[in-house]
């Protein structure tokens, strides 16, 4: 289970070496000093955003710009102690071998510029060491694993919020001492690249506008920004209820909230709809909606409700049903949980009870079996990985795909696995399993 589920899409380039190279690449070296690195034993790859082999049938998105290859990277020689490298070459373009001095070297590949604050530029950056030996040709063990090595900012407004407020209205966000973005709301499908700087990690985000009539601005701050992390940021209307008259946004509430969504781990293709209640107006109705699939549960006070999603028609696939145990072949493991109480989900465990998923395995690709989908931690990236939402708190509505991670399952052999999710808001507390069966 391990070696499937912790796969990296590879992206190894294997040269056609010749026994030795016809040119010195570093002429006035000494020769008697000097050591050998094959191109070939060379492997750049890219980390995979899913986490999961491309086999799960779920695309490798890491970012609306562009995706590069392994001949895209520039990898640059690093001895031990130098602050610039010794040799540097396009992958594309290096020679089948490398001719090094003797010593401990880094080699460092990089695609972008590393700028410090930029629309879709993605900055990818990784790293292996080894040791050049005198008149020896240098097998390099592991490889170059590149990630996302910068911060991604994508901003959003509510539709309560982007019918209210005026035209000039925007989002500056600054992380760190770098520069800013401004984004407005024709800015909902792009993302702005902050260049990552140690000890500088605060992402601040300043709506200004007017709502309502009334100029509005509020900041949020984010701390402990990391490198190769996506913060998609959301920024709604809320009603102010009992304000001070004297206030001068008396009335008009401007609040965010943000998902954070480790980049080098995972990317759902759709994590840009932060929530999708976010999409629709709050009035009106869907003629269109499928009355086997309440948006709500029927009674107002009632604790959280989980129900099976349809599968798209004519997919073949069968639906989930809740109250059995659901053979995996052509099953759609797909499930909605709905909450109609003020603040939403307060509390959203998972527990995995199975005798193949053990705690040993589980920890193995980065999980384990009690799961916190309100604060999930270090457990993040994988989670999102198998279709489980992170950071639910204060949430209404949550979906879960699983359907992805089935064909993994599959390669454990006969098994009964179960998904306990212990759900609770204001109203109450709701105990629900989603038990499979993979034979």
Known sequence: MKHYISLFLSLTLIAVLGACSKEDPFPGGESTDMGRVLKSALAVELSNSEGLPAVMGRPADLTRAAIPTPDDFTVDFIADGATEPYASYLFAE???????????????????ENATHAWEAPYYEGSTTFNVVKDVITQVAD?????????????????????????????????????????TAADADRSGYFAYVANSCSLTATFSGEVEGLRVVESKVFDNVAPGTHYAITFRLHDA???????????????????????????????????????RPVQGGDDNK??????TPDTPNAAPVMTALEPEQGSGLN??????????DNLYC????????????????????SDKLTPEELEGVGLAADLDLVNPGQYAGPLQGLGFPINVGGQNEVEFDITGFLGMMAVLGEADHEFRLTISDANGTTVKSVKLHCN
């Open 94 to 112: 290096m020679p089948e071998v490398v001719t090094l001095p003797v010593g401990v070297y880094k080699a460092v590949a990089h695609y972008g």
């Open 143 to 183: 490889p170059i694993v590149a990630s996302l090595a910068n911060v991604r900012v994508s901003i959003k407004f509510d539709y309560t919020l982007s019918q209210n407020m005026s035209s000039d209205s925007k989002v500056t966000v600054k992380v760190g001492e770098s520069g800013t973005l401004d984004f």
């Open 241 to 279: 209820g009992e304000e001070d008259p004297g206030e001068i946004n008396a009335g008009v509430v401007v609040d965010a909230s943000v998902t954070i969504v480790d980049m080098n781990v995972v990317v759902d293709p759709e994590e840009d709809e932060v929530l999708v209640d976010d999409l």
């Open 290 to 295: 499928d009355p086997d699939t309440p948006d």
């Open 319 to 328: 639906k989930l049903d809740l109250d059995k145990v659901n053979d995996i």
């Open 334 to 353: 797909a499930w909605k949980v709905v909450s109609t109480a003020d603040g939403g989900f307060r509390t959203f465990k998972v527990e995995i009870i």
